[in-house]
């Protein structure tokens, strides 16, 4: 059975920093790329950022200078550095698995990240 587990969330004040760690446990077959999500209250769920098999990333505006999303392939593990941290950055953060199977796709539990002002 797949696994998501992440770690690393907690409470900082705005301008520190966090590190966050998914690995993934189980066999999974063609991952193709591995994510960050994060859900504010009363928010939707946004892609915070992305990076694919070949190392390509992507990030949503808000974040980018800041956070920088990184990967070991052999270790099925996503990290997501984030520096300079905002109030509004407060949120639940998701990993997220993607395969070249269609519609194959894994979720973490989540983690908090609260930023205070």
């Known amino acids: 059975q797949v696994q998501l587990v992440e770690s690393g969330g907690g409470l900082v004040q705005a301008g520190g920093s966090l590190r966050l760690s998914c690995a993934a446990s189980g066999s999974i077959f063609g991952i193709k790329t591995m994510a960050w999500y994060r859900q504010a209250p009363g928010k939707q769920r946004e892609l915070v950022a992305s990076?694919?098999?070949?190392?390509?990333?992507a990030y949503v505006d808000s974040v980018k200078g800041r956070f920088t999303i990184s990967r070991d392939g052999a270790k099925n593990t996503v990290w997501l550095q984030m520096i300079s941290l905002k109030p509004e950055d407060t949120a639940v953060y998701y990993c997220?698995?993607?395969?070249?199977?269609?519609?194959?796709?894994?979720w973490g539990q989540g983690t908090q990240v609260t930023v205070s002002a």
């Open positions: 997220n698995v993607q395969t070249v199977l269609p519609g194959v796709l894994f």
């Open positions: 990076i694919s098999s070949g190392g390509s990333t």
